[in-house]
T-cell receptor, first 115, second 113 residues
């Protein structure tokens, strides 16, 4: 079955440590995204990539980094510079970016807790 | 900053009733308005979407009403069922930023049997 696979599902990290969240898709989608979800707030865009080897900052990119070396993969690194990293992280992909082609297909998320 | 304001934050509806969730936006640089449904522990999934040149779109029990002059749009769920219990997000696609979505804060809907 085609879809988005995120791992790990749960992750605990000590302050000062970097952590990398994995996101893989087999939908052959060009665009991939990382969102952060906090209770009582909508999804906030961290980074997105419309093509391999290219990515753009979203609204809350500070303290995060990404890479897009393969079409299928878009890992997110939460660095120690991120001041409040405890959150639910969602990866998504889409065929394109506009209208119906921009329909987002989400993974099941990774819940990061900083101890 | 461009925003999409969603209300109510939470909603309880009896089975068979109509659930109504409202969203309002502040900027006209939007060209597509999707609604996503999220069940606990899962990622959101597209439910229904509308373009601003259409005033209403219906898919099964789900209807979007769109009022361009008031900059408001709403989701109506007819004959609400316990399986509809989820969090619903409205969103708007920004034409001035690679059509990225800006999201409402979400509405937690509970349908009581």
């Amino acid at each position: 079955d085609g879809g988005i696979t995120q791992s790990p599902k749960y992750l605990f990290r000590k302050e000062g440590q970097n952590v990398t969240l994995s996101c893989e898709q087999n939908l052959n989608h060009d665009a991939m995204y990382w969102y952060r979800q906090d209770p009582g707030q909508g999804l906030r865009l961290i980074y997105y990539s419309q093509i391999v080897n290219d990515f753009q900052k979203g609204d809350i990119a500070e303290g995060y980094s990404v890479s897009r070396e393969k079409k299928e993969s878009f890992p997110l690194t939460v660095t120690s510079a991120q001041k409040n990293p405890t959150a639910f992280y969602l990866c998504a992909s889409s065929i394109g970016t506009r209208g119906r082609s921009g329909e987002l297909f989400f993974g099941e998320g990774s819940r990061l807790t900083v101890l | 900053q461009q925003q999409v304001k969603q209300s109510p934050q939470s909603l309880i509806v009896q089975k068979g009733g109509i659930s109504i969730i409202n969203c309002a936006y502040e900027n006209t640089a939007f060209d597509y308005f999707p609604w996503y449904q999220q069940f606990p522990g899962k990622g959101p999934a597209l439910l229904i979407a509308i373009r601003p040149d259409v005033s209403e779109k219906k898919e099964g029990r789900f209807t979007i009403s769109f009022n361009k002059s008031a900059k408001q749009f709403s989701l109506h769920i007819m004959d609400s069922q316990p399986g509809d219990s989820a969090t619903y997000f409205c969103a708007a696609s920004r034409t001035d930023s690679n059509y990225q979505l800006i999201w409402g804060a979400g509405t937690k809907l509970i349908i009581k049997p």
